[in-house]
T-cell receptor, first 114, second 112 residues
Framework: DSGVTQTPKHLITATGQRVTLRCSPR?????VYWYQQSLDQGLQFLIQ???????AKGNILERFSAQQFPDLHSELNLSSLELGDSALYFC?????????????FGPGTRLTVT | ELKVEQNPLFLSMQEGKNYTIYCNYS?????LYWYRQDPGKSLESLFV???NGAVKQEGRLMASLDTKARLSTLHITAAVHDLSATYFC????????????WGAGTKLIIKP
């Protein structure tokens, strides 16, 4: 158990819908990362927050957005869902937002868009 | 563009054998990370290598880093079935604004 929690574990929804994924980092970690993992694309970095502020963006679609709240939990919002958005979404946290610190991954949310 | 390449991408081997997974990266970095992922599960941190020549070992796994060659290796000694998983390496650097750039992963199957 990494100490990072994610809810829900599974989510099934229809195309065009909007969903929210939630992540609570390990106690003491200030940085949260979101990743998407699909069979054909591998592990893709989406976005990072550090202490409530956006730190870096990766391959995040405009239909996706995220935020980190004062209690440091984070939410990833996915809207106008498409079949291709079906994937495992991981949240990770680290104590710092800079280099040299390993990231601890949550159990993931499996999103299925039908 | 910073790239991280792993090879092989797929490896099937017998228990008791030794093998090495290679991770090459395209930019200057002193920091390399190895993770393990079981099917349908999350990623688990295995090793963090933070300097040239760093070597770390845990059980039958040993990881090393050669920053001059921009190469890390993950060596498996006397493989056992429980080591079957996908192994990822990742690198961060100033070129990536300290974001982890991930290899594609090596799917390792160890047959009894």
């Amino acid at each position: 158990d990494s100490g990072v929690t994610q809810t829900p574990k599974h989510l099934i929804t229809a195309t065009g819908q909007r969903v929210t994924l939630r992540c609570s980092p390990r106690s003491g970690d200030l940085s949260v990362y979101w990743y998407q993992q699909s069979l054909d694309q591998g592990l893709q970095f989406l976005i990072q927050y550090y202490n409530g502020e956006e730190r870096a963006k990766g391959n995040i679609l405009e239909r996706f957005s995220a935020q980190q709240f004062p209690d440091l939990h984070s939410e990833l919002n996915l809207s106008s869902l498409e079949l291709g958005d079906s994937a495992l979404y991981f949240c990770a946290s680290s104590v710092s937002g800079t280099w040299g610190y390993e990231q601890y991954f949550g159990p993931g949310t499996r999103l299925t868009v039908t | 563009e910073l790239k991280v390449e792993q090879n092989p991408l797929f490896l099937s081997m017998q228990e008791g054998k030794n093998y090495t997974i290679y991770c090459n990266y395209s930019t200057t970095s002193d920091r390399l990370y190895w993770y393990r992922q079981d099917p349908g599960k999350s990623l688990e941190s295995l090793f963090v290598l933070l300097s040239n020549g760093a070597v770390k070992q845990e059980g039958r796994l040993m990881a090393s880093l050669d920053t001059k060659a921009r190469l890390s290796t993950l060596h498996i000694t006397a493989a056992v079935h429980d080591l079957s998983a996908t192994y990822f390496c990742a690198v961060d650097s100033t070129d990536s604004n300290y974001q982890l750039i991930w290899g594609a992963g090596t799917k390792l199957i160890i047959k009894p």
